[in-house]
Every structure is written in structure tokens, then in C-alpha cells.
């Protein structure tokens, strides 16, 4: 099953527009969006095949955190994971009249 995995990374200054973009790129081959400009901290929204939740998240802070790696960025820790199963994502779309 497809996941749409948030992470969220915390640290001690403002994160900028250009490590924003090099986080943009870092992430892009995962399907991925970055975010956390002007705060402090930085993020990225990935998706990932994985069998349940869990195991979505774990995939998902290994390609993240090696996505990171790979560039300039400081490595911060990863303070929160959620997690969005596609089928629920689009369960309210059902609900439509």
C-alpha cells in the first residue's frame, strides 16, 4: 500500500529559502515535498510502499534521513512522523453526494 509520510525535523536556528530548495531537491526523487522555510526546523512529505504504517514510517525516516545526508543541510533530529494510508486520504471523496 501506498503512504504519504510527514517528518518533521527541529533545530536551532531558522531554516532558509536555500536550504529549502536544496531539501526540495534532496526529496524530489522520493515523490517528496520539502517545507520548513522561515522556521526552525525543516520537513519533507514523502510517499512510500510499505506494508502498514509502522513500517511506512521507518522506510520513510531512512530515505529521509539519507536524503539529508547528501547535502549541506543540518542534521537535525526528527521530532514527529505521521502517516496517511492513500485509501484513507481519499475516503472523504466517497462522501461526496
Known sequence: MRYSVSLQAEGDREF???????????????SGIASGM???????????????PDSAVEIALERFTA????????EWPVVRAECLAEDEDF???DEIP
Open 16 to 30: 532558509t529559502l536555500e536550504e529549502a530548495v536544496e531539501l526540495a531537491d534532496a526529496v524530489a526523487p522520493l
Open 38 to 52: 522561515g522556521t526552525l526546523g525543516y520537513g519533507a512529505q514523502i510517499i512510500v510502499e510499505a506494508a502498514d
Open 67 to 74: 536524503a539529508v545526508s547528501g547535502t549541506k543541510l543540518p
Open 91 to 93: 475516503a472523504d471523496l
